[in-house]
C-alpha cells in the first residue's frame, strides 16, 4: 500500500471490493500523478489504485515516447490511446479495451535491450489495433478477476468482492486464445520493425519470461506467459517472421542494449518493502508505522489500496482499506453502509492503546448464480484510529463458516500495533544496478565479484537474458541487484 493512493481512495475502494450490489466507480481523488506529462489518455485510475503508478520521470518518458512512434505507424493509430509503467513487481504487461498499454516495472527489468522492449510493445498495440479486448468485452468475458485479485480468492467469496473490480477496471482482456496471440505477435514484429527495432529479440525474451515463471512457480500470481498463452513453436514462429521482416527492412535492424540497461539503474527490484511487506505471517508497513499478523497459511496480496488475506480455499477472505479522517462512529456507521449490512451490531473498544469500533453484520446482495436477494456474506470488521487516520479491516466470509473464520479475524484486529522494530521500519528495496565487465569473465565469476550469494546466480542469469557459464567481455554493461 502506498501512502498517496491508500489516503484518497476509501470511498472507492470500499465500493469497488465490498458491493455486489452498488454501481462501481473508479477511484479518482489524490490519485498520484505521473513523473512526467504523458501524451495521449491518462491511465485508467482503477488500474493505478491497484498497482501503482511507477515515480520514474525517465522510464515513463521513454516508454510514452516510444509507444507513441509506434502507434502512429500501427493499423489504427486512433485506437491507441496511452502508455504508463505501473508500480508493480509481476512481470507483466497489458492492454485494456480503451487503447491504453500498461508495462510492469517487473517487466522493464526483465527486459534488456531496446529491441526487447519495443517488441512486447508492439505485441500489446497489436491487440489493441486488432481489437481483441472489445471482442472479448463483447463475449462478456471476466477473464481480468485473475490479473487483479491475484487468483487469490475463490469463487465464493469473488462472487462478493471479485466482479465489480473486474467491471471497473475493465480488463476483459485475460486470457487470449492461441489465434489472438499469434495475431499480436505478428502485428508486434511488423510495428517493432517498422520503426527500427530487430524484432528477432522479441521471441529471445519468450525463453527469459519462461524462465522466470518456472523460478517462481507463479503461484497465484498471473506473468506475462500466463495472461498471454504460450506455444511451443511460438519462438520458432517469431523468429522466422523476425527474418522476414529484416529482408523487408532492407537494412540492419537495432537492438541497443546499453542504450536500454543505462535506463534501467536504479530501478526498484521486486516487491518494495516501503509499501509494506510479509515476513514469517505478519505484514508490516514501514511508512505508516504498524503491523499486524495474517492468519496462518492464508495467502495475501498488497496493492496501493488495499492490502488483502484470503483463506487458501477461498472460504473467508479479510481486506485492510483506509476508512477516512472522520470520527469512529461517523465511520462506523459509514462502513455497515458501504457493506449493505443487515441490522449491524457495533461497539467501541481499545487495541493496544488505538480507539477502534467492531461491527458484524451480514450483508445482503444479490446471488450471482440464482439472481435472487439474500445474505451473501457475514462480516466481522473494525475500524482502527492512528491519529487522524483511520483504518478499515474488513473480514468476509459465508455465514455458514462464521464461526470457524471469525477468530482469525479477530486474532488480526487485536494483533494490530504499533512498528518500532527498527530492521523493519528501515527495510528499503532492491535495486537494479548496472555494471561494466573490467575484463572478459563469466557472468557467475561477474556476480561473485560483487558479492551476489551463489544462491542468487540463476536468477540474477535469468534477469539478465543470460546463462551463469555466459561469458561477459570487458566493457559489457550487465545487472546486478542490491540496496
Do not use: C
Not at 203 to 229: I, K, M, N, W, Y
Amino acid at each position: 500500500m502506498k501512502i498517496p493512493s491508500f489516503r484518497g481512495l476509501h470511498t472507492a475502494a470500499l465500493s469497488l471490493l465490498l458491493l455486489p450490489l452498488v454501481s462501481s466507480t473508479s477511484p479518482t481523488a489524490n490519485q498520484p500523478k505521473p513523473s512526467a506529462p504523458v501524451q495521449g489518455a491518462q491511465p485508467d485510475p482503477a488500474v493505478i489504485a491497484q498497482f501503482g503508478l511507477l515515480d520514474n520521470a525517465k522510464l515513463q518518458s521513454y516508454m510514452n515516447e516510444k509507444g507513441q512512434q509506434m502507434g502512429r505507424v500501427s493499423d489504427r493509430p486512433a485506437d491507441v490511446k496511452g502508455f504508463t509503467i505501473v508500480d508493480s513487481p509481476i512481470v507483466n504487461a497489458f492492454a485494456t479495451p480503451d487503447g491504453h498499454v500498461y508495462f510492469t516495472r517487473g517487466i522493464m527489468a526483465y527486459l534488456n535491450d531496446e529491441a526487447q522492449f519495443t517488441g512486447v510493445l508492439g505485441h500489446e498495440i497489436g491487440h489493441i489495433t486488432a481489437r481483441h479486448g472489445q471482442k472479448q468485452q463483447t463475449r462478456n468475458t471476466a477473464a481480468g478477476i485473475g490479473m487483479i485479485l491475484g487468483s487469490i480468492i475463490a469463487p465464493r467469496v469473488m462472487q462478493s468482492i471479485g466482479q465489480p473490480l473486474t467491471q471497473a477496471v475493465g480488463l476483459g482482456l485475460l486470457k487470449y486464445g492461441r489465434d489472438a496471440e499469434n495475431e499480436a505477435d505478428v502485428l508486434g514484429v511488423k510495428y517493432s520493425s517498422k520503426i527500427g527495432y530487430d524484432p528477432a529479440h522479441m521471441a529471445d525474451f519468450f525463453l527469459t519470461l519462461q524462465r522466470t515463471e518456472q523460478q517462481s512457480g507463479a503461484a497465484g500470481v498471473p506473468t506475462f506467459l500466463s495472461t498471454h498463452p504460450n506455444s511451443a513453436d511460438r519462438y520458432e514462429r517469431v523468429k522466422k517472421l523476425a527474418v522476414t521482416a529484416e529482408q523487408q527492412a532492407g537494412r540492419q535492424l537495432a537492438i541497443n542494449r546499453d542504450q536500454y540497461l543505462r535506463l534501467l539503474d536504479g530501478l526498484a527490484y521486486g516487491d518494495n518493502p516501503r509499501e509494506g511487506f510479509v515476513e514469517n505471517s505478519v505484514f508490516y508497513h514501514p511508512e505508516l508505522k504498524f503491523q499486524f499478523p495474517i492468519p496462518q497459511g492464508w495467502q495475501s496480496q498488497n496493492s496501493p489500496s488495499q492490502f488483502q488475506m484470503a483463506e487458501p480455499n477461498g472460504k473467508a477472505v479479510m481486506v485492510l482499506l483506509p476508512a477516512g479522517n472522520k470520527s469512529l462512529d461517523e465511520t462506523a456507521q459509514a462502513l455497515a453502509k458501504q457493506l449493505n449490512l443487515q441490522s449491524p451490531q457495533a461497539q467501541k473498544t481499545t487495541i493496544n492503546g488505538f480507539p477502534a469500533a467492531v461491527i458484524q453484520g451480514d450483508q445482503v446482495g444479490q446471488d450471482q448464480q440464482t439472481g435472487q436477494q439474500g445474505i451473501t456474506a457475514r462480516t466481522l470488521s473494525y475500524i482502527i484510529q492512528d491519529g487522524q487516520t483511520l483504518y478499515a479491516l474488513v473480514g468476509l466470509t459465508a455465514p455458514s463458516t462464521f464461526e470457524t473464520y471469525a477468530p482469525q479475524f479477530q486474532r488480526t484486529a487485536q494483533g494490530f500495533q504499533r512498528l518500532t522494530a527498527a530492521d523493519k521500519l528501515n527495510r528499503q528495496p532492491e535495486r537494479v544496478r548496472i555494471k561494466t565487465a573490467k575484463t572478459s569473465t563469466t557472468l557467475a565469476s561477474a556476480l561473485a565479484a560483487n558479492g551476489v550469494p551463489s544462491k542468487r546466480y540463476e536468477e540474477l542469469a535469468i534477469l539478465n537474458g543470460m546463462k551463469t557459464t555466459d561469458k561477459l567481455t570487458a566493457g559489457q554493461l550487465y545487472k546486478v541487484v542490491g540496496k
